[in-house]
């Protein structure tokens, strides 16, 4: 059974799909209930408090005090093409405080013309923050595309100490 929780964050609430512990789908919730995620999911939900999903709020609560080997260490089942399971599993090496241009992480993986192809794959990342397409940049250093909102890929660099000031 897929279970739906959410937590507060310093960046506003944070809503994940989990089954037996496994992370199915995380969402940013920018000021929507989490009924919007619930129907999203097009799955019947059970709300949970504690048990597995407390492996997944003590990683997402010491992300935010700045550890994320916890988050590193979540196991996660997204859906996706071979080429986005590829490269959400090559950002998934990325450091916390580190930021990789979607040409990098194309090369990463061995597919060196696939910038474009990189950035559609981020756009689809079914789980921000565990999978951080937000440390994903421009080759120019430009801070582009992050589905949740530019302004919050400036709050999580920040929190990394990747941003120091814009």
């Not at 910038?115 to 794959?121: F, K, L, P, V």
Request: hydrophobic letters at 45%; glycine letters at 10%; proline letters at 4%.
């Amino acid at each position: 059974m897929i279970q739906l929780a959410q937590i507060e964050t310093p960046v506003g609430g944070f809503a994940y799909a989990h089954q037996d512990g496994i992370m199915l789908r995380t969402r940013f919730m920018r000021e929507e209930p989490i009924e919007v995620f619930e129907s999203m999911l097009n799955a019947t939900m059970v709300r949970s408090e504690f048990g597995q999903s407390l492996q997944i709020e003590d990683a997402v609560q010491a992300y935010f005090a700045g550890d994320d080997t916890k988050m590193a260490a979540l196991n996660i089942r997204p859906t996706g093409s071979s080429f986005q399971l590829q490269a959400w599993t090559a950002l998934r090496a990325v450091p916390f405080g580190h930021t990789v241009s979607y040409g990098e992480l194309a090369l990463a993986i061995g597919r060196r013309h696939s910038s474009r192809a990189m950035g559609a794959a981020m756009g689809a990342n079914p789980i921000p923050l565990v999978v951080p397409c937000h440390r994903v940049i421009g080759r120019s250093g430009a801070l582009v595309g992050f589905g949740a909102g530019i302004d919050l890929k400036i709050a999580l660099l920040r929190h990394e100490g990747r941003l120091l000031s814009l």
